[in-house]
């Protein structure tokens, strides 16, 4: 936009500087011209006084020096006629059929004065021809033709066009970079503002807020109907996340009695039926515990501010799959790895781990005790788009296209994992920790069958020691 701006803001200017210099440059040829034709006038009259008495007595030679003398100091050709167009004296030859000698010539022997020449441009090369009458007692006795070159005033016109170019060309480079770049800059760097700040909203910190003492009065206008609005969305955000928080906490205290009560009617019940029913509602209670759990959570880490640090990557997958090890010992599930040294990204503090801990427990819950791999892939050198992935993929039997496009939903599962403990809250959550740092989740099937999840943190420089 900046760019945009400033090319209709050159073009206007050069639009104003051309209009501003056309007249002058126009004035000053007309000057040029006007001082040449006057002094071609008076040479033509000085002339036409010298042919009267000439063509009157028949004496010629005085008149033929002097055209000779002027043709050769002003490079010029001089040539009299008499009345019926013949040729009396010429310094040099003149084709008195040639067009613009022809159009002066009747002029002149029709007794009119010479008439002023246009503009000599500089890319105009024809000569200037001046018709004088040469009269007696009121009667027209022939005419003198003076046939100039213009190079000498072309050339002035020349010089006077070239600066007038240079000037008007280093007045544009000035008023484009001291007064158009300020003023564009000033314009648009509200702009600027509210479009990071947009997309600063749009990433969730919503505490994102912009000056309303910049810019032109509309924008400041509009980054104060911005902030406004930001505070309004981020008072609802609040007011939501502490009714969640609040609701989870205030219903974990009964949930917690009523589980009791639930546990201490086992010794009163004696019929198996009925002490297999008080079982399935302390794992559902348990269940809801969980999912309580899981909301105050997902409250916690939207209301969180943590600022994104460098995490070495390598040492936190290693750390947590050795952590996870002996639960896929005792499933029976095989677990490798791929994890290369010196890999480190930019993410919130415990977001990996996190995250790790969520993908491992849900291969491990929903593969089938089929195969699990974790491995590591660092971003290519001078790549595009620097970026770590960590990836968990199993061998199980993985999700159609379309739960892939519904998972990661908060409080969704498969309908074929109804029956498999769990609150549905564990992607939501690791997606919305993820993203918050700048980074992203993504869910697809493997080859030939199964689930890959990986998760994709913006690359950070190799931390000390690290080798390269």
Same mark, same amino acid.
């Given at each position: 936009?900046?760019?945009?701006?400033?090319?209709?803001?050159?073009?206007?200017?050069?639009?104003?500087?051309?209009?501003?210099?056309?007249?002058?440059?126009?004035?000053?040829?007309?000057?040029?011209?006007?001082?040449?034709?006057?002094?071609?006038?008076?040479?033509?009259?000085?002339?036409?006084?010298?042919?009267?008495?000439?063509?009157?007595?028949?004496?010629?030679?005085?008149?033929?020096?002097?055209?000779?003398?002027?043709?050769?100091?002003?490079?010029?050709?001089?040539?009299?006629?008499?009345?019926?167009?013949?040729?009396?004296?010429?310094?040099?030859?003149?084709?008195?059929?040639? =067009?613009?000698?022809?159009?002066?010539?009747?002029? @002149?022997?029709?007794?009119?004065?010479?008439?002023?020449?246009?503009?000599?441009?500089?890319?105009?090369?024809?000569?200037?021809?001046?018709?004088?009458?040469?009269?007696?007692?009121?009667?027209?006795?022939?005419?003198?033709?003076?046939?100039?070159?213009?190079?000498?005033?072309?050339?002035?016109?020349?010089?006077?066009?070239?600066?007038?170019?240079?000037?008007?060309?280093?007045? *544009?480079?000035?008023?484009?970079?001291?007064?158009?770049?300020?003023?564009?800059?000033?314009?648009?760097?509200?702009?600027?503002?509210?479009?990071?700040?947009?997309?600063?909203?749009?990433?969730?910190?919503?505490?994102?807020?912009?000056?309303?003492?910049?810019?032109? =009065?509309?924008?400041?206008?509009?980054?104060?109907?911005?902030?406004?609005?930001?505070?309004?969305?981020? @008072?609802?955000?609040?007011?939501?996340?502490?009714?969640?928080?609040?609701?989870?906490?205030?219903?974990?205290?009964?949930?917690?009695?009523?589980?009791?009560?639930?546990?201490?009617?086992?010794?009163?019940?004696?019929? =198996?039926?009925?002490?297999?029913?008080?079982?399935?509602?302390?794992?559902?209670?348990?269940?809801?515990?969980?999912?309580?759990?899981?909301?105050?959570?997902?409250?916690?880490?939207?209301?969180?501010?943590?600022?994104?640090?460098?995490?070495?990557?390598?040492?936190?997958?290693?750390?947590?799959?050795?952590?996870?090890?002996?639960?896929?010992?005792?499933?029976?599930?095989?677990?490798?790895?791929?994890?290369?040294?010196?890999?480190?990204?930019?993410?919130?503090?415990?977001?990996?781990?996190?995250?790790?801990?969520? *993908?491992?427990?849900?291969?491990?819950?929903?593969?089938?005790?089929?195969?699990?791999?974790?491995?590591?892939?660092?971003?290519?050198?001078?790549?595009?788009?620097?970026?770590?992935?960590?990836?968990?993929?199993?061998?199980?039997?993985?999700?159609?296209?379309?739960? *892939?496009?519904?998972?990661?939903?908060?409080?969704?599962?498969?309908?074929?994992?109804?029956?498999?403990?769990?609150?549905?809250?564990?992607?939501?959550?690791?997606?919305?920790?993820?993203?918050?740092?700048?980074?992203?989740?993504?869910?697809?099937?493997?080859?030939?069958?199964?689930?890959?999840?990986?998760?994709?943190?913006?690359?950070?420089?190799?931390?000390?020691?690290?080798?390269?």
């Amino acid at each position: 936009m900046r760019r945009r701006l400033l090319v209709i803001v050159f073009v206007l200017v050069a639009g104003l500087i051309v209009a501003l210099s056309l007249p002058l440059v126009r004035a000053t040829a007309e000057r040029t011209v006007q001082s040449s034709f006057i002094g071609r006038v008076e040479d033509g009259a000085w002339f036409a006084d010298m042919a009267a008495t000439a063509l009157e007595s028949g004496r010629t030679g005085r008149l033929e020096a002097a055209a000779d003398r002027y043709a050769d100091l002003y490079d010029s050709r001089v040539a009299v006629v008499d009345a019926d167009s013949e040729t009396v004296v010429a310094s040099r030859p003149v084709d008195l059929e040639e =067009p613009q000698v022809r159009a002066a010539l009747l002029l @002149a022997l029709a007794d009119r004065p010479p008439e002023q020449p246009s503009v000599w441009w500089p890319w105009d090369d024809r000569p200037f021809v001046l018709a004088e009458p040469v009269r007696r007692d009121g009667r027209v006795l022939g005419a003198v033709l003076i046939v100039s070159p213009t190079d000498r005033a072309r050339s002035e016109v020349g010089d006077h066009l070239t600066l007038v170019i240079l000037g008007s060309l280093a007045a *544009l480079v000035l008023v484009v970079i001291a007064v158009a770049a300020p003023v564009v800059r000033w314009v648009l760097r509200p702009v600027h503002d509210l479009d990071r700040a947009t997309h600063e909203v749009a990433l969730g910190r919503l505490k994102t807020r912009v000056s309303e003492r910049a810019g032109a =009065p509309e924008l400041r206008r509009l980054a104060n109907h911005f902030n406004v609005m930001a505070d309004s969305t981020h @008072a609802a955000q609040e007011q939501q996340r502490a009714f969640v928080a609040q609701a989870s906490h205030q219903l974990r205290n009964p949930l917690t009695a009523l589980r009791l009560r639930v546990e201490n009617l086992e010794e009163f019940v004696n019929d =198996p039926r009925g002490l297999n029913e008080l079982h399935f509602a302390v794992e559902e209670a348990d269940r809801f515990g969980e999912m309580l759990d899981g909301l105050l959570r997902l409250a916690r880490a939207e209301a969180s501010e943590a600022e994104r640090a460098q995490v070495d990557v390598s040492a936190v997958v290693r750390r947590r799959v050795d952590a996870w090890r002996a639960a896929f010992t005792s499933a029976g599930v095989p677990l490798s790895t791929t994890i290369p040294d010196g890999v480190s990204a930019l993410s919130l503090p415990d977001c990996l781990d996190h995250a790790l801990d969520t *993908l491992l427990d849900n291969a491990l819950k929903f593969g089938d005790e089929a195969p699990v791999d974790v491995s590591v892939h660092r971003p290519p050198a001078g790549g595009a788009l620097e970026m770590v992935e960590v990836t968990v993929r199993d061998a199980g039997p993985g999700l159609t296209e379309e739960e *892939l496009s519904q998972a990661g939903g908060r409080f969704w599962r498969s309908t074929r994992h109804q029956n498999v403990r769990g609150t549905g809250l564990g992607l939501a959550l690791t997606r919305m920790v993820v993203e918050a740092g700048g980074g992203e989740l993504l869910l697809a099937a493997a080859r030939p069958h199964g689930l890959s999840a990986t998760v994709r943190l913006p690359a950070a420089p190799a931390l000390p020691g690290d080798p390269v």
